[in-house]
């Protein structure tokens, strides 16, 4: 007995309820693995922010906050570290680079991060990528300004545009530094990481737009111009952290110990990985209830197909009645059920990969632009595949139960008439 295209043109025949309980397992498939990717594709972008760094320096504080201000440009330092603490520590001899980084200022909603030519030079993200540049050239003025891709292409900065910087954090309401403006220099080439949503400028630029400003806000009657200000020695006072790159990571611990011992000033001194991975720890709730989500859908499709054909044996009688007739066992009535369990599983399996590709090609540049994250249309993975087999085998057992069903139904059953 033919039994797939017997159970295909079964379902053509109760084609209004078979589609929906395709579209319903469709729906859940396209969510449970459009969320398991999006959600693997943030891990990794979330761990490659930062790579090849192994210490983050920044005043007395709690590890998470110094990450999400140092590398994330999220919230604000307690306090800075002095100039010249800075500089007494970056002469230790285990240490191979530093990158000091100055916060605090910010232009239409965008963070500004004063750094020096070594942030080019030692930064890495990814995989121990280095940072790129799609147009420009890093700082050769007082007042060049290095935009992350996502700045340049939002407010539709070119090399040469002028550009003001904001006192301080937010989009309104704030005194600006219209005196002293910034020319863009560079642009970098896209990274998927917040290096995208950062406008960098030298630490000078950052001394120089402050030189005539005290407690946050300009002194009345001392006002110097920018021609003024680039013949000055422009040596920062303080900056609000540094990242470090050793000689040997053998030694990474007793650097460490060395800064959060440091006597001169309170200082905190980060494994950029630990720190990563407590703070993935804490978003892991919200990661935990998207996967439930996602479970608790793929259920209800199943037990929405588990009910359609448990309903259909009791419609179905003298059909199987009439099966049985012309010879059909029992065993291939029991298959009979199982197989259009597993074509409508199939089937929707198939629309809901179809629907889950076509979300991400259609969404993929606005995630990317809205939130830096880079999901590729890839073929499914292991893990994928692991979803997709575990939903096959769920929605065979949920055919099961109403095949046993049928299954046990005799001829003299089917045929009889009840009153």
């Not at 891990?43 to 760094?53: A, E, I, M």
């Not at 606005?366 to 880079?374: A, K, M, R």
Request: net charge positive; glycine share 12%; with cysteine.
């Amino acid at each position: 007995m033919r039994l797939f295209p017997l159970a295909y043109r079964s379902l053509l025949n109760r084609r209004a309820t078979a589609a929906l309980t395709v579209l319903a397992i469709a729906l859940s498939v396209t969510l449970l693995l459009g969320v398991e990717r999006i959600r693997m594709e943030a891990r990794t972008s979330f761990g490659n922010t930062v790579s090849g760094t192994d210490l983050i320096v920044g005043a007395r504080g709690g590890s998470i906050q110094l990450l999400l201000y140092a590398v994330f440009r999220v919230g604000s330092a307690t306090n800075d570290i002095s100039w010249s603490s800075y500089s007494e520590l970056a002469a230790d001899p285990a240490i191979a680079w530093t990158i000091p980084i100055s916060l605090g200022d910010s232009h239409r909603g965008f963070r500004v991060l004063g750094t020096t030519d070594d942030y080019f030079r030692y930064f890495r993200f990814g995989e121990r990528r280095p940072l790129g540049f799609e147009s420009g050239a890093p700082f050769a003025d007082v007042f060049d300004a290095v935009l992350g891709a996502d700045v340049a292409r939002t407010l539709g900065y070119k090399l040469g545009d002028r550009m003001i910087v904001t006192h301080g954090i937010g989009t309104g309401g704030l005194s600006q530094h219209n005196d002293k403006p910034f020319r863009v220099a560079g642009i970098l080439a896209k990274t998927g990481t917040p290096v995208d949503r950062t406008i960098h400028v030298s630490l000078a630029g950052i001394e120089a737009i402050h030189i005539d400003w005290r407690g946050g806000a300009r002194v009345p009657g001392f006002k110097f111009s920018a021609e003024d200000v680039r013949k000055m020695a422009l040596q920062p006072k303080t900056v609000t952290a540094f990242l470090v790159g050793l000689k040997s990571r053998l030694g990474a611990f007793k650097v460490l110990r060395r800064i959060n011992a440091y006597e001169r000033e309170p200082l905190t001194a980060i494994l950029p990985g630990v720190a990563l991975h407590e703070l993935w720890s804490l978003l892991g709730t919200a990661e935990t209830a998207l996967s439930a989500i996602s479970y608790m859908v793929l259920g209800t499709s199943l037990l929405g197909m588990l009910t359609m054909m448990l309903a259909g044996v009791n419609e179905r009688r003298r059909e199987m009645a009439i099966l049985r007739s012309v010879g059909a066992q029992s065993r291939h009535i029991f298959l009979l059920f199982v197989c259009e369990a597993l074509v409508l599983t199939v089937t929707g399996i198939a629309l809901g990969l179809a629907l889950m590709y076509g979300g991400l090609f259609a969404a993929q540049p606005f995630i990317e632009g809205q939130y830096g994250l880079y999901i590729p249309i890839a073929a499914p993975g292991g893990r994928d595949g692991m979803f997709l087999a575990l939903i096959m085998g769920a929605g065979l057992i949920a055919g099961a139960a109403p095949a046993y069903r049928a299954y046990r139904q005799s001829l003299a059953d089917g045929m009889a008439i009840r009153t």
